[in-house]
């Protein structure tokens, strides 16, 4: 079980579109998450795959296909910037696997 | 939200010496905790699951001695690095999952930065 974010950092002007890529090795059937840590916060949870809910503007779609789950957002804000973590969960949710993580920047 | 309190925020010892770390549900009870290693700039590393009332399962690599876990009650887990070194120095971050209901969202603690001399 792997998940993969390519991108270290990942910087945008306010307004411009984002994409944060994830990708995944798993077998079975993903559970997919993405979380997010703001400067100086704890780590939260952003969205998961399964409620298939936009929050704070952003969305995520599971491709099965190219196992992959991409972070979306059609306008960045300033507020966007943060450090974004693609998690895998799998054993009934008994296990979270994270991604390496990228840095949004989003500049004025 | 649920809440995830971790104790103390900020450690630092002599190396040799053992360091317990908390990490408490405030408003909601934990069957399972989390607990996971950050080095600077890198992912959250996953060292071990501990469930109330039985041993903690600790992933490859991670040694049960030397990382002591224990989860007494259903708000309640402890890590504890046993005769730490300076390679031990790292930043823990707890988490833990609702019992009920059970989304799979984890809830995290504010992380403790343990610096060994």
């Known amino acids: 079980q792997r998940v993969t974010q390519p991108e270290k950092l990942l910087s945008v002007f306010k307004g411009a579109p984002v994409e944060l890529k994830c990708n995944y090795s798993y077998s079975g059937s993903p559970e997919l998450f993405w979380y997010v840590q703001y400067s100086r916060q704890r780590l939260q949870l952003l969205l998961r795959?399964?409620s298939r809910e936009s929050i704070k503007g952003f969305t995520a779609d599971l491709n099965k296909g190219e196992t992959s789950f991409h972070l979306k957002k059609p306008f960045a804000q300033e507020e966007d910037s943060a450090m974004y973590y693609c998690?895998?969960?799998?054993?009934?949710?008994?296990?979270?696997?994270f991604g390496t993580g990228t840095r949004l920047l989003v500049s004025p | 939200g649920a809440v995830v309190s971790q104790h103390p925020s900020r450690v630092i010892c002599k190396s040799g010496t053992s360091v317990k770390i908390e990490c408490r549900s405030l408003?909601?009870?934990?069957?399972?905790m989390f607990w996971y290693r950050q080095f600077p700039k890198q992912s959250l590393m996953l060292m071990a699951t501990?469930?109330?009332?039985?041993?903690?399962?600790?992933e490859q690599g991670v040694e049960k001695d030397k990382f002591l876990i224990n989860h007494a009650s259903l708000t309640l887990s402890t890590l504890t690095v046993t005769s730490a070194h300076p390679e031990d120095s790292s930043f823990y971050i707890c988490?833990?999952?609702?019992?009920?209901?059970?989304?799979?969202?984890?809830?995290f603690g504010e992380g403790s930065r343990l610096t060994v001399l």
């Open positions: 501990s469930n109330e009332g039985s041993k903690a399962t600790y």
């Open positions: 795959h399964i």
């Open positions: 988490s833990a999952r609702d019992r009920a209901p059970n989304t799979g969202e984890l809830f």
């Open positions: 998690a895998l969960s799998f054993a009934g949710f008994q296990k979270l696997v």
């Open positions: 408003d909601f009870q934990a069957t399972t």
